[in-house]
C-alpha cells in the first residue's frame, strides 16, 4: 500500500454549479444569465427570480438545489417545460404554485431537489413568464441598451435567437 494519493480525474471535465444566495434580499436573475445545467440555490427570508428560458442553456435536464428558508422562488420556464418535484422536501407549510401543473408537458426537465422550509415556489410559463420578465427594472435596462445598440431586447424571450438587424 503506498501512502501517496492519487487524484481521480474523471474523463469529461465536472461540469459546473452555479450559485444563487439571496439573505433578506430580493435577487432577479432575468435573461442569459447561466450556462450551467446545474444550479445551487441557497435563500433566507428573500424573493428569487430565475429565468430558464434562455436559448444558451445546454440540452437536457435543469437541476435546481435548494436551500430555502422562508423564502419565494419564481421560476420562468419555457412553455412545454417539465417541472419535477419529488425529490423536494417540504418543511412546515409550503407551497409549489404551478398552474399548468396536471397539463401534458414534453420538453425539458426541470427537476428540484433540496428542502424548502416554510416557503414557496411560483412557476410562470409562456406569456405570463414574458410579462414578469418585463415588469421589472432589468427589462427597462436591457431595452435602453438594445435601443442604443440597435437590437432587440433579449428579456422578453430569451429562449428566440436575437440578432442585428
Given amino acids: ?92 407549510r409550503c407551497k409549489v404554485k404551478d398552474r399548468e401543473r396536471h397539463n401534458e408537458h414534453r420538453g425539458r426537465v426541470v427537476r428540484l431537489t433540496g428542502t424548502l422550509q416554510h416557503g414557496e415556489i411560483r412557476v410562470a410559463r409562456g406569456g405570463v413568464a414574458t410579462l414578469s420578465a418585463m415588469f421589472s427594472r432589468e427589462f427597462l435596462d436591457d431595452a435602453r441598451t438594445a435601443h442604443r445598440d440597435g437590437t432587440e431586447p433579449v428579456l422578453p424571450d430569451p429562449g428566440k435567437e436575437h440578432g442585428t438587424p
Fill in 1 to 92: 500500500m503506498s501512502n501517496q494519493h492519487t487524484e481521480h480525474t474523471p474523463d469529461r471535465p465536472e461540469e459546473q454549479v452555479e450559485q444563487v444566495e439571496a439573505f433578506y434580499t430580493n435577487v432577479k436573475r432575468l435573461g442569459h444569465w447561466t450556462r450551467s445545467r446545474t444550479i445551487e440555490v441557497r435563500t433566507r427570508r428573500s424573493s428569487v427570480h430565475l429565468d430558464l428560458r434562455s436559448a444558451q442553456l445546454p440540452e437536457g435536464e435543469i437541476e435546481l438545489r435548494l436551500h430555502s428558508e422562508r423564502s419565494t422562488l419564481k421560476l420562468l420556464l419555457p412553455e412545454d417545460a417539465v417541472l419535477q418535484e419529488s425529490e423536494l422536501t417540504l418543511v412546515g
